[in-house]
Structures are given as structure tokens and as C-alpha cells.
């Protein structure tokens, strides 16, 4: 029997997830999300977890956005719970774009102080898109614990999702301005300056901070 001329186009574009080409690679997903097939969503999670350009596993996400969530959400659930470090922050970004509440549930304090960074970041990021109403102080407070983690891009991604919370994340930001880690301080009231200048530099915010608590807090704004 002759298969669909759909069902051969969906196969080719799958079986071009695997080229060694990173642009044959990208052009696959694209067709993938262009004609959106329930057959192709496992094939999409597994190729996220493993492929090594960025800009592919961008197209990778948009393909699995283009699927209905029903059909989505719940392996890329999985995927979080279980897959390897960049299976989980991948499917975490996907989720986050997708931007179903079902997936709540995934978003555990652990989760938020993942140990790998790119986890954590990714897990950040979903948590303020995800969060109900409800629970955006709690989230700002399991944030706000991480402040002062890793380098240059793990601190702003984690500043720029505090800042994405709105203003319930001002308690748990101000009692970090008082944390006895010099890290700590110096991230949260960089953070603050980002709060209520969002042109401001980061590295700008940072150099700011760490000259006011050499000043001992002498001429320091109020938010």
C-alpha cells in the first residue's frame, strides 16, 4: 500500500532530525512544526535532549509549540522529571513558551535549585510564565534564595525572573540586601537598581552595588 504523500514528507523531515548537517537538521524541524503530526512529538522531545546547536534546538522547541498541549505537556512533564541535564532544560524552555498551567506542578523547590545552571535557569524562567497568582511570593522567596549563584548570565537570568514576578518579589529582594554573603548583597540590590531602571546595564547595576556596600549603604535609594 502507498503511504500519504503527508505521512512520507513527515518521515523524510524525521528522519533529517538525524543528519550530521546542522542546517539539514533545522530545515527538518521547521517542516516538522510547518505540518504538525502527533506521530512526530516523541521524535522532537528525544531530538531535544541531544542536539548540540542552539539554534536548532530553538526550531525544535517551535516545532513542539506548534502541537496541541494535550499531546505535549505531559511528555515534556516526564522529560523534566527524568531526562538528562539538557533533556530537562530544554523541555523546560518548551514548556515555558508553550505556557500551560498543567505543568505547574513540575516546577518543585528543588527544581529551582537545580545544580546545574542551565537547569536552573531554564526552571526559572518556566516558574514565572507557569506560577499561579497564588503562589508568586512563594516562588519569589525560593528565587530569591538563589541570589549570588554562578556567573555573569546565571545571575541575570535569575535577576531578570525576580524582576518578572512583579512587585511581590520586593520583600524577599530587600531581606536579601541584608544577607551576611557579600555575593548575596551585591546581587540582590543589582537587581533592585534593574527593578527600577530597566535600561540599566547589569554589569552597570553590579559595579553600583558593590560601590554602595563599600560605602556602607551611604546614599542608596529607595526602590
Known amino acids: 500500500m502507498t503511504m500519504p504523500e503527508e505521512a512520507t514528507n513527515t518521515m523524510r523531515a524525521l528522519k533529517g532530525l538525524e543528519n550530521g548537517n546542522p542546517s539539514v537538521r533545522l530545515q527538518a524541524a521547521l517542516a516538522v512544526g510547518t505540518d504538525p503530526d502527533p506521530g512526530s512529538v516523541g521524535r ?22 506548534r502541537h496541541e498541549a494535550l499531546m505535549t505537556v505531559p511528555l515534556l512533564v516526564d522529560e523534566v522529571r527524568a531526562g538528562s541535564a539538557q533533556a530537562r532544560s530544554q523541555a523546560l524552555h518548551t514548556l515555558s513558551k508553550i505556557g500551560d498551567r498543567q505543568a505547574w506542578p513540575v516546577i518543585t523547590p528543588a527544581l529551582l535549585a537545580d545544580a546545574d545552571d542551565e537547569v536552573a535557569r531554564s526552571a526559572w524562567r518556566a516558574a514565572v510564565v507557569l506560577v499561579p497568582e497564588g503562589e508568586r511570593h512563594e516562588v519569589a522567596v525560593l528565587l530569591a534564595a538563589q541570589l549570588g549563584r554562578g556567573g555573569r548570565e546565571t ?68 526602590p
Open 44 to 65: 522532537l522531545i528525544a531530538r531535544c535532549a541531544v542536539e548540540p546547536e542552539f539554534y536548532v534546538r530553538e526550531m525544535l522547541t517551535w516545532a513542539l509549540t
Open 155 to 222: 545571575q541575570l537570568s535569575l535577576s531578570r525572573s525576580l524582576i518578572a514576578l512583579g512587585e511581590v518579589m520586593l520583600p524577599a529582594l530587600g531581606a536579601a540586601t541584608t544577607d551576611p554573603d557579600p555575593r548575596v548583597r551585591t546581587h540582590a540590590a543589582a537587581t533592585e537598581r534593574l527593578w527600577r531602571d530597566p535600561d540599566a546595564g547589569f554589569e552597570f547595576a553590579v559595579e553600583e552595588a558593590k560601590r554602595i556596600h563599600a560605602l556602607g549603604g551611604a546614599g542608596r535609594k529607595e
